[in-house]
């Protein structure tokens, strides 16, 4: 089934610049969807609109809607807090952007943001988390330690702890390893295959050899327009 869906989507950085082009496109619930297309062609800003992070700067637009199934609700209205769609989307970015705090603070961060005050609660999240992100095992000892202590590829796993921690539908990875080593790297892209069977992932990529090996689905962007999208077996083996 169809877990979310663009329609007819448009988006104008405030100025006017139109860098999404009426893009429909669903997103298909445990699949990876991965998004490529060159350097400027408006990925990035297209996965943006699914948190919308652009509600950050006033005089953004967007046009069209962004649907989520099965509730049917389009987190594109107005009235949609943009928090609880962050809650429901939550998003991994290029580089691992921990917060100044403990890693345990860093996982906790969602839940107390929801209001959650329960230490018994809080603690078992956490640790749920930290093992759905394969870094428990590393971290279980020192969850007080400052986030920045751990390395490149750990602190990629932690912010996808913290993007865990809320249970989300969706997963959004932007570039979630051109920052990292050849190893992270693969752990990372494991990780992904994992998490697919319990939530729905698009990932934004540049690196047509991590689209073929992770993903379900591929979409093409080019210009700020979708070009293609379809099952990554059938686009990657098109003459
Ligand atoms: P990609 O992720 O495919 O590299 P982006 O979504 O980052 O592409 O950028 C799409 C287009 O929007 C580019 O032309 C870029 O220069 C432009 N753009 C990106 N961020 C902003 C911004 N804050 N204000 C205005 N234009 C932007
Ligand atoms: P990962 O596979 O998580 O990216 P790396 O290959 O970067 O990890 O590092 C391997 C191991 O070295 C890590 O598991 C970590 O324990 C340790 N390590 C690397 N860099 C640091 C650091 N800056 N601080 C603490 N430990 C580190």
Redesign the pocket.
Known sequence: PVKAEARNLSFFYNGGHNAVKNVSMPLYENKITALIGPSGCGKSTFLRCFNRMHDLYPGNKYDGQIIMHPDDTNILEKNVDPIEVRMRISMVFQKPNPFPKSIYENVAYGLRVRGETNRRVVDDKVEEALKGAALWN?VKDRLQDLAF??????Q??LCIARALATDPEIMLFDEPTSA??P??TA?IEELMSELRNKLTILVVTHNMQQAARVSDYTAYMYLGELIEHGETDRIFTRP
């Open positions: 590393e202590n751990l390395s490149g590829g750990q990629q796993r990292l080593d190893i992270a752990n």
